[in-house]
């Protein structure tokens, strides 16, 4: 793999979501290269920024993607979640 990405590995967990909302975290941890350590601590950020909700349904997690969420970074904050994930080509969110 690269050494480095022009995405955050918020975003990648993000865009798993959109690809699959019932993704496991080993599964997500799997494709983004990273811990389920890792991502348990990025959607625990997305969840607490407002970006995704998280339902239990059953023995699994449900997550919804919140669409209309702004992206942080100054150079970026005109555009939203939905934006992001249409521009990299995954299905619609929300």
């Known amino acids: 793999m690269a ?3 022009f995405l ?3 975003a990648h967990v993000l865009l ?8 496991r975290l080993h599964d997500i941890a799997e494709r983004v290269g990273i811990t389920e ?3 348990q601590l990025i959607l625990a950020d997305l969840i607490t920024g407002g ?3 998280r339902e239990r349904v059953g023995r699994r997690n449900h997550y919804t993607i919140h669409p209309e969420g702004r992206l942080r970074h100054p150079l970026e904050a005109h ?3 939905a934006e992001l ?3 990299l080509g995954h299905p619609a969110v929300g």
């Open 16 to 23: 798993c979501l959109a690809e699959d909302p019932d993704h």
């Open 79 to 81: 555009h939203n979640v």
């Open 51 to 53: 970006y995704v909700e």
């Open 85 to 87: 994930v249409a521009a």
């Open 8 to 10: 955050s590995n918020h």
């Open 37 to 39: 350590r890792g991502v």
């Open 3 to 5: 050494s480095w990405t």
